[in-house]
Structure formats: structure tokens, C-alpha cells
């Protein structure tokens, strides 16, 4: 559990965080989303304790980051922007030094070596120099350091930035699957890794909070509509009045192929409307959810940070 | 304490694992190794022209004539890498970001700072050491004084270890390893040769020049004399770095 209060920090003038309020559930994953400079790093580095805040208040599972500063950092894993490594030690050698400054008793710290091996998945760099490991491995080294201690709570400042595609998709599992045990906060500025890991969202921009909220609270308070945007063969004009007619129906426009048709929240109409399709062989294509309006939210927040 | 000795396992390899310590080690006994061996060589050429003279030869003394020169020419060498061998230990970590890891972690700055300031010291140790074997020679050939000779040895260790704890101090000012090695030569070279200016300067300036002088300390040793200004004077030295590094530290963090 994180709980953030009128949290504030500031660079001698430069404001970085500003009033923040926010709270992470306890065994959830949550997302801090935000365009480049909007306070993401900083607001962690508090949190870890590696930064004073100026003004504010924090507890991390009813620990005050202020007042109680080495309970917070043994309770808690943070794997920093850059991933803090002796690139001159083997992986082994390094989560045994994280193992004994993370205050582990000497009688367990074979045994979470090798915990945070296996659940990171380092079996085969396991006596490599790090200098000589892969990008992604080096991330799996990090996040390993993260959980040596098994802490209650973990801080991952952009957990998948430099990685390819595939790796992302196993770093964006791995950190699913450490889910329940341990409360996660990772930052990002990619939407898709918040609506694909995390269970909650903060968004903030230039140090406000813009949006905080579970994705469901988030998306169902923002969307008024669902619907569909289908693509078909034989997309004639003709079946824009019986798109329209069906009861429910709120908005139905034309796009490129095919239409984007819009429904109140409480019904849902994809199985009439493919029904339809199938039985008059329409020659469906494509036939996609409208994208969750938690995105454009999101995107005015983005594109108001570069338009300055 | 189990703290303080991670930290400092840690730095220990990372000297040995990289070429720093072998390097610096290599370096500091090939040119100790000429010094002492051109004063031998000296020494044995006065012992060979002292032998017709009973008078001269009975003053010949090996202490003063090897060891306490051998000692100045060593404190010079020290002077020089020492500021090598701190300069990564804070600045290496800024830079690669490796710092965000010790200061995250529940361990406390001081026990960072301790840590690998014993790092810094048992190279010097193992230096020093190195250096003593060459020794073996005097006492099989030779019948020096052992407790003149472990007084110097005493000061060299004594003054590396405040080298040491200023070199620290530089490298927690920067994340550039040079800019933290010209600071450290800078203020050592100076603070060796303080003396000279206390000759034109007057009253009381004369005595604290003095004091603050590294050399004026030293010589002492190098003689034999073993005065407990000369260590309260080291010790202060290594205190004030180390509580310059860890103020430097607090002060960056709440900056």
C-alpha cells in the first residue's frame, strides 16, 4: 500500500512535483503514466528515499518516507531509471552485494540469490560479467535486485524503456506474475504497458496529478459509449439506417470501408450487429473494440506537454 | 559493521578485478625498488670508503642513511597515486548511477564512506607491505634498528590513510575521475611544501604553516620519532575528509 499527500518537490525554482495525491492498493499493480519531464522519476526517487521531498507526506505500508526512512528502503525494491549495475561483477556476484546492503541474515542469502534468479529468469547468465550480458538481461538483472529482499513493495522507473518487442512482452509478464505478493508501481509514458500490466493509473503532467484511479473507475467515468468500428467487403450505404435503427444505438458514422457504431454503456450490441453481417454475407474484415477513452485522456495530457 | 565489510569486499575486488590496483601496485615497487636500491648502492660505496677510517665509519648508520630518504622518495610516489586510487570510488558511482542502489538501500551513508575507505587502505596496506619485504636484504646483510625503521613505515601508512580520506573527499565532488585526481595532487603537493612559505611569513602564521604541513610530520617518522601530535594531526586529516565527503553527499541529496 502507497499512499502519496500533497507531495511536493522542488529544484531550488524549478517545481518538479507539485501537490501530489495519490494511493496504491495493496498486492496491485499501478501505473504512474506521464509525457517525458513530468515529475515520474522524481516522485520515485522520494518514495525510495534517495530524494528528500520539500513538502508533503508518503507512507509505504504505513512507513513514513520522512520519519522512518530505513523501514521504507527494507521493505522496499526499486529498480532505478538507469539500472544500477557493477558491470565488472558477475550476475551472481551482484545479487550476492545487493543480497548483503539489502540486510539479508548470511543464512539466507544463498537462498534469495537464487529465489530472485529463478523468478527473474537469469539461470543461463547466471556467472556471466554483466558487461557481457544482453540489454534485456541486464533489465532482468535489475529487477532481480529489486526483489532480493523480497520486499512488500516495488518501484520500477520505466521497466521496459530500450528493450525490443519481444522482450518487453516477457519483462511485462514477469512483472504480472509478481503480482499479489508484492505491490508494484512502475512508471511509463507508453499507455499500452498501463492498459496491458497494471491495474490502476496515475497520470500526472509537469508535476499534477492529472487522473488517478483504477482502469475500471477511470474508463467507466470517462466513457459514456461503447461500440465498434467494423470493416466490410460490401459496405454500402444502404446499411447505415438499419446500423442507426437498432435499438440502443447512439451514433453510427461513416470510416474509410466500413462504420463506427456507438452504444450506451448498459447494453451491448456486437453480437446483433455480427449476426447481421454473417446472414446478409456482408464480407466482414475487421471488427474492432472502440479504443477505451482513457486513451484520448491520455493523449490530451501528452499533447498538452508538447505543445509547450 | 557486516555493512561496512560489504562495501568494502566490493571495492576491494573491483580494484583487483580491473588492472587500477595491479597497476598502481606495479608502479609503486618498481620505482620504491630503484629508490632503495640506488641508496643501498650509495651506502655500500661509503661503507667501502668510511672502512680505512675507524672515526667515520663508527657514524655510518644505515637508518638514517637508506630508510629516512628511502621514506621522503616514498611519501613523493604516494603523493602521486594515491589520488589515483580514490578517484573512482565516489565519482565511478555517479556517473553510472550505481549510487541509487547504496542510497536506497538501509544502509547508512557513513557506513558507504567507511567502507570504502578501507577498501583504499588495505591497498595501501598491501603496497606497503610489498615494499617492507624489500627489507629481508638489510636485516640479512645488515644490522638496522627495528623499531626506527617500523616508525616510518607507521608514518607512510599514516599519511596515505589522509591522503586516502582526502582523495575520497575529492572524488564525492565529482563524477569526473580526473577533475578528482588534479584536485587530490593539487592539495597534496601543496599542503606538503606548506613549510616553505612559513620562512617569509610572521608570528603565529610561522607555526600554523608549520603545523598544517604534511612534511613537517612526516620527517619526524622517517626519523624514528614517534610523537603523538604527529598522529593526532594525521588522524584529524582523515577525520575531516571523511566528514567532508559525507557532508558533501547529504548536501547533494537535499539540494
Given at each position: 500500500?502507497?499512499?502519496?499527500e500533497?507531495?511536493?518537490?522542488k529544484?531550488?525554482?524549478?517545481?518538479a512535483?507539485?501537490?501530489?495525491?495519490?494511493?496504491v492498493?495493496k498486492g496491485?499493480?499501478?501505473?504512474?503514466?506521464?509525457?517525458?519531464?513530468?515529475?515520474?522519476?522524481t516522485?520515485?526517487?522520494?518514495?525510495?528515499?534517495?530524494?528528500p521531498?520539500?513538502?508533503?507526506?508518503?507512507?509505504?505500508?504505513?512507513y513514513?518516507?520522512?520519519?522512518?526512512?530505513?523501514?521504507?528502503?527494507?521493505?522496499?525494491?526499486?529498480?532505478?531509471?538507469?539500472?544500477?549495475?557493477?558491470?565488472?561483477?558477475?550476475?551472481a556476484e551482484?545479487l550476492?552485494?545487493v543480497?548483503?546492503?539489502k540486510?539479508?541474515?548470511?543464512?539466507?542469502?544463498?537462498?534469495?540469490?537464487?529465489?530472485?534468479?529463478?523468478?527473474?529468469?537469469?539461470?543461463?547468465?547466471?556467472?556471466r560479467?554483466i558487461q557481457?550480458?544482453?540489454?534485456?538481461?541486464k533489465q532482468?538483472?535489475?529487477?532481480?535486485?529489486?526483489?532480493?529482499h523480497d520486499?512488500?513493495?516495488l518501484?520500477l522507473?520505466?521497466?521496459t524503456?530500450?528493450?525490443?518487442?519481444?522482450q518487453?512482452i516477457?519483462?511485462?509478464?514477469?512483472?504480472?506474475?509478481?503480482?499479489?505478493?508484492?505491490?508494484?508501481?512502475?512508471?511509463?509514458?507508453?499507455l499500452?504497458?498501463?492498459t496491458?500490466?497494471?491495474?490502476?493509473?496515475?497520470i500526472?503532467?509537469?508535476?499534477?496529478?492529472?487522473?488517478s484511479?483504477?482502469?475500471?473507475?477511470?474508463?467507466s467515468?470517462?466513457?459514456?459509449?461503447d461500440g465498434?468500428?467494423?470493416r466490410?467487403k460490401?459496405?454500402e450505404?444502404?446499411?447505415?439506417p438499419f446500423f442507426?435503427?437498432?435499438?440502443g444505438v447512439?451514433?453510427?458514422?461513416?470510416?474509410?470501408?466500413?462504420?463506427?457504431?456507438?452504444?450506451?454503456?448498459?447494453?451491448?450490441?456486437?453480437?446483433v450487429?455480427?449476426r447481421?453481417?454473417?446472414?446478409?454475407?456482408l464480407?466482414?474484415?475487421?471488427?474492432?473494440?472502440?479504443?477505451?477513452?482513457?486513451e484520448?485522456?491520455?493523449?490530451?495530457?501528452v499533447?498538452?506537454?508538447?505543445?509547450? | 559493521?557486516?555493512?561496512?565489510?560489504?562495501?568494502?569486499?566490493?571495492e576491494?575486488?573491483t580494484?583487483f578485478?580491473?588492472?587500477?590496483?595491479?597497476?598502481?601496485?606495479?608502479?609503486?615497487?618498481v620505482?620504491?625498488?630503484?629508490?632503495?636500491?640506488?641508496?643501498?648502492?650509495?651506502?655500500n660505496?661509503?661503507?667501502?670508503?668510511?672502512?680505512?677510517n675507524?672515526?667515520?665509519?663508527?657514524?655510518?648508520?644505515?637508518?638514517?642513511m637508506?630508510?629516512?630518504?628511502l621514506?621522503h622518495?616514498?611519501?613523493?610516489i604516494?603523493?602521486?597515486?594515491?589520488p589515483?586510487?580514490t578517484?573512482?570510488?565516489?565519482s565511478e558511482?555517479k556517473?553510472?548511477?550505481?549510487?541509487?542502489?547504496?542510497?536506497?538501500?538501509?544502509?547508512?551513508?557513513?557506513?558507504?564512506?567507511?567502507?570504502?575507505?578501507?577498501?583504499?587502505?588495505?591497498?595501501?596496506?598491501?603496497?606497503?607491505?610489498?615494499n617492507?619485504?624489500?627489507s629481508?636484504?638489510?636485516?640479512?646483510?645488515?644490522?638496522?634498528?627495528?623499531?626506527?625503521?617500523?616508525?616510518?613505515?607507521?608514518g607512510?601508512?599514516?599519511?596515505?590513510?589522509?591522503?586516502?580520506?582526502?582523495?575520497?573527499?575529492?572524488?564525492?565532488?565529482?563524477?569526473?575521475q580526473?577533475?578528482?585526481?588534479s584536485l587530490?595532487?593539487?592539495?597534496?603537493?601543496l599542503?606538503?611544501?606548506?613549510?616553505?612559505?612559513?620562512?617569509?611569513?610572521?608570528g603565529?602564521?610561522?607555526?600554523?604553516?608549520?603545523?598544517?604541513?604534511f612534511?613537517?610530520?612526516f620527517?619526524?617518522?622517517?626519523?624514528?620519532?614517534?610523537?603523538?601530535?604527529?598522529?593526532?594531526?594525521?588522524?584529524?586529516?582523515?577525520?575531516?575528509?571523511?566528514?567532508?565527503?559525507?557532508?558533501?553527499?547529504?548536501?547533494?541529496?537535499?539540494?
Amino acid at each position: 500500500m502507497i499512499e502519496v499527500e500533497h507531495l511536493t518537490k522542488k529544484y531550488g525554482d524549478l517545481v518538479a512535483v507539485r501537490d501530489l495525491n495519490f494511493k496504491v492498493e495493496k498486492g496491485k499493480i499501478w501505473g504512474l503514466l506521464g509525457p517525458n519531464a513530468a515529475g515520474k522519476t522524481t516522485t520515485m526517487r522520494i518514495l525510495t528515499g534517495y530524494l528528500p521531498a520539500t513538502d508533503g507526506k508518503a507512507t509505504l505500508s504505513g512507513y513514513d518516507v520522512f520519519e522512518q526512512i530505513n523501514e521504507v528502503k527494507k521493505i522496499t525494491g526499486y529498480l532505478p531509471e538507469t539500472v544500477p549495475l557493477y558491470t565488472e561483477m558477475t550476475v551472481a556476484e551482484y545479487l550476492k552485494f545487493v543480497a548483503d546492503i539489502k540486510q539479508i541474515p548470511a543464512a539466507k542469502k544463498q537462498e534469495a540469490v537464487d529465489r530472485s534468479i529463478e523468478t527473474s529468469g537469469l539461470k543461463l547468465v547466471r556467472n556471466r560479467l554483466i558487461q557481457n550480458i544482453s540489454r534485456g538481461f541486464k533489465q532482468r538483472v535489475g529487477i532481480a535486485q529489486a526483489l532480493i529482499h523480497d520486499p512488500q513493495i516495488l518501484i520500477l522507473d520505466e521497466p521496459t524503456i530500450g528493450l525490443d518487442p519481444a522482450q518487453i512482452i516477457e519483462i511485462r509478464q514477469l512483472i504480472r506474475s509478481l503480482k499479489g505478493e508484492h505491490t508494484i508501481m512502475l512508471s511509463t509514458h507508453i499507455l499500452a504497458e498501463v492498459t496491458q500490466t497494471c491495474d490502476g493509473v496515475v497520470i500526472i503532467r509537469d508535476g499534477q496529478l492529472m487522473a488517478s484511479g483504477s482502469l475500471k473507475e477511470l474508463t467507466s467515468s470517462l466513457t459514456k459509449t461503447d461500440g465498434v468500428v467494423i470493416r466490410l467487403k460490401k459496405a454500402e450505404e444502404e446499411l447505415m439506417p438499419f446500423f442507426r435503427n437498432l435499438p440502443g444505438v447512439e451514433n453510427v458514422s461513416r470510416v474509410d470501408d466500413g462504420f463506427q457504431i456507438e452504444w450506451g454503456t448498459d447494453k451491448d450490441l456486437r453480437d446483433v450487429i455480427t449476426r447481421h453481417i454473417v446472414d446478409n454475407d456482408l464480407g466482414l474484415i475487421e471488427m474492432k473494440s472502440l479504443g477505451m477513452n482513457i486513451e484520448d485522456l491520455y493523449l490530451k495530457v501528452v499533447s498538452g506537454g508538447t505543445e509547450q | 559493521m557486516n555493512n561496512i565489510w560489504a562495501i568494502c569486499k566490493r571495492e576491494i575486488r573491483t580494484y583487483f578485478t580491473s588492472p587500477i590496483a595491479y597497476v598502481a601496485i606495479t608502479v609503486f615497487l618498481v620505482v620504491t625498488g630503484f629508490f632503495f636500491y640506488s641508496l643501498i648502492q650509495w651506502f655500500n660505496l661509503q661503507s667501502m670508503q668510511m672502512a680505512r677510517n675507524p672515526q667515520y665509519y663508527q657514524q655510518l648508520n644505515i637508518n638514517q642513511m637508506v630508510y629516512s630518504p628511502l621514506f621522503h622518495n616514498i611519501s613523493i610516489i604516494l603523493l602521486f597515486l594515491v589520488p589515483i586510487l580514490t578517484m573512482r570510488l565516489f565519482s565511478e558511482e555517479k556517473k553510472s548511477k550505481t549510487e541509487e542502489l547504496l542510497y536506497t538501500s538501509p544502509i547508512s551513508i557513513n557506513q558507504i564512506i567507511l567502507g570504502k575507505y578501507f577498501a583504499s587502505l588495505f591497498v595501501l596496506l598491501v603496497m606497503l607491505f610489498l615494499n617492507f619485504l624489500l627489507s629481508v636484504f638489510v636485516f640479512a646483510f645488515g644490522n638496522p634498528e627495528v623499531l626506527p625503521l617500523l616508525d616510518g613505515y607507521l608514518g607512510l601508512f599514516f599519511m596515505g590513510a589522509a591522503f586516502m580520506a582526502i582523495g575520497i573527499f575529492f572524488s564525492s565532488l565529482t563524477e569526473n575521475q580526473i577533475v578528482a585526481a588534479s584536485l587530490g595532487f593539487g592539495v597534496f603537493l601543496l599542503f606538503f611544501v606548506l613549510n616553505w612559505a612559513s620562512q617569509f611569513a610572521g608570528g603565529i602564521w610561522q607555526s600554523v604553516l608549520n603545523y598544517l604541513s604534511f612534511f613537517e610530520h612526516f620527517d619526524d617518522m622517517t626519523r624514528g620519532i614517534l610523537d603523538t601530535t604527529d598522529i593526532v594531526y594525521y588522524l584529524s586529516f582523515i577525520f575531516l575528509g571523511l566528514f567532508l565527503t559525507h557532508s558533501v553527499i547529504q548536501s547533494r541529496r537535499w539540494r
